[in-house]
C-alpha cells in the first residue's frame, strides 16, 4: 500500500504540540486507551495537523479522524459540519 503524505499548515506543529501537553481529561482517558496499538493493532497519533485543523486523534491505515468535543471546543455546529467536509 502507498503512504499517503498528510499536508498541513505549518504553524500548526507547534499549536499541536502544545496541545498534546495540555490534553483534556476526556482525551487523556481515550488516549489512554488507543496508545500503543491497543485497539485492534491500529496506530493513533494524538493531535494531529491535516490540512489547516488539528484533529484529536488520527489513524493513516484508516484515514479516521476522532474529535472529542467538550468545553474547550468552541465551534458552531455550521463550523464543524464544514470542518467535516473539508477532511
Not at 501537553?21 to 491497543?38: D, F, G, H, P, R
Request: contains cysteine.
Amino acid at each position: 500500500m502507498k503512504r499517503q503524505i498528510i499536508s498541513y499548515k505549518p504553524y500548526l506543529k507547534e499549536l499541536a504540540k502544545q496541545l498534546r501537553q495540555n490534553s483534556t481529561l476526556s482525551e487523556v482517558l481515550l488516549w489512554n486507551e488507543l496508545k500503543n496499538k491497543q485497539i485492534l493493532g491500529y496506530d493513533f497519533d494524538r493531535q494531529k495537523p491535516i490540512d489547516s485543523f488539528i484533529v484529536d486523534f488520527y489513524c493513516k491505515e484508516l484515514s479516521l479522524a476522532i474529535e472529542v468535543d467538550g468545553d474547550s471546543h468552541d465551534y458552531s455546529f455550521e463550523e464543524d459540519r464544514n470542518r467535516q467536509f473539508t477532511l
